[in-house]
């Protein structure tokens, strides 16, 4: 099972809509858009699983693509860096 970031999505993008799109690709086992508290609206960007193989056609087919004017950024999901520089602090 592979999580696939999709960004630059438009700020009207539902999750039945993302649905449709990846399931060109194969079974779309979750999809999670991030909302914006206020508004309701989605953020821009959300998450989807899917089998190995499915998930790299699908980042394969839809990187780049154009989604009612925004080309979507769509690759693996990675892990955050950890920002605190590593190691023992010192003080």
Do not use: Q, W
Not at 20 to 44: N, Q
């Amino acid at each position: 099972m592979k999580r696939i970031y999709a960004g630059n999505l438009p700020a009207d993008t539902t999750e039945k809509e993302l649905t449709e799109l990846f399931s060109a690709f194969g079974r779309v086992r979750s999809i999670k858009l991030a909302h914006d508290v206020f508004s309701g609206k989605c953020r821009g960007f959300g998450f989807i699983e899917m089998e190995g193989h499915e998930a790299r056609a699908a980042i394969g087919g839809l990187n780049g693509k154009d989604l009612r004017g925004n080309l979507l950024r769509v690759n693996e999901e990675r892990a955050k860096d950890d920002k605190r520089g590593g190691g023992a602090r010192r003080y």
